[in-house]
């Protein structure tokens, strides 16, 4: 049973708003990801961190920031929203330590997503 | 160049009956991992089961099983006795080592949807 969460569930806000999308894990994972998702497409990594004070930039170009100054708390930030960033974003953590640096097996736990429409 | 091919965009199957997922994957990599997860319609992604690139049986979970054939570079997903819950999209992923660096990609996915 995965233990990572995402808040708000849904998120309608006007453009220009500043708006964090919450994630949170309470497995002491210290990989953590955000996924960005389009309805009915595939996901795509925008940030991961690999611990403290570590974040690094994904696969699509993405204008939010994250921060990582715990463990377990991972924060997507846009500073000003526009429409093109409606999408839904999914969380994901996972913890490699114990299976080495170049395990394959590493598996995700995903939040339940944030689910973002700007108007 | 694409790393992960789902090519069914939509699946529609009788309850009870078995059903094949399609994925097909490219990589150069001799180490690698190959994921299905299952996202309902409430949209979290739910871990269904997992191959590594040197395991020499096909990985199983349940009604859950992955026909790997590593010459073709494919991993079908095969659902044994399809129920209505298993209505949702399903995505294929590789997990390999991108410049110094475990990256997990996904396919486009595939909406499975079983009928009564």
């Known amino acids: 049973e995965a233990d990572i969460y995402q808040t708000p569930r849904y998120l309608v806000i006007g453009t220009g708003k500043k708006i964090t999308l919450e994630c949170s894990q309470t497995?002491?994972?210290?990989?953590m990801y955000w996924y960005q998702q389009d309805p009915g497409m595939e996901l795509h990594l925008i940030h991961y961190?690999?611990?403290?004070?570590?974040?690094e930039k994904g696969d699509l170009s993405s204008e939010s920031t994250v921060s990582r100054i715990r463990t377990e708390h991972f924060p997507l930030t846009l500073e000003s929203a526009r429409p093109s960033h409606t999408s839904q974003y999914l969380c994901?953590?996972?913890?490699?330590?114990?299976?080495?640096?170049?395990?394959?097996?590493?598996?995700?736990?995903f939040g339940s997503g944030t689910q973002l429409s700007v108007l | 160049a694409q790393k992960i091919t789902q090519t069914q965009p939509g699946m529609f199957v009788q309850e009870k009956e078995a059903v094949t997922l399609d994925c097909t994957y490219d990589t150069s990599d001799p180490s690698y991992g190959l994921f299905w997860y299952k996202q309902p319609s409430s949209g979290e992604m739910i871990f269904l089961i997992y191959q590594g690139s040197y395991d020499q049986q096909n990985a199983t979970e349940g009604r859950y099983s992955l026909n790997f054939q590593k010459a073709r570079k494919s991993a079908n997903l095969v659902i044994s006795a399809s129920q209505l819950g298993d209505s949702a999209m399903y995505f294929c992923?590789?997990?390999?080592?991108?410049?110094?660096?475990?990256?997990?990609?996904f396919g486009q996915g595939t909406r499975l949807t079983i009928n009564p």
């Open positions: 992923a590789m997990r390999e080592l991108i410049q110094g660096a475990q990256k997990l990609v």
């Open positions: 994901a953590s996972s913890d490699p330590d114990r299976l080495g640096p170049l395990a394959t097996n590493e598996k995700l736990f």
């Open positions: 497995m002491g994972h210290d990989k």
């Open positions: 961190s690999y611990g403290v004070n570590s974040t």
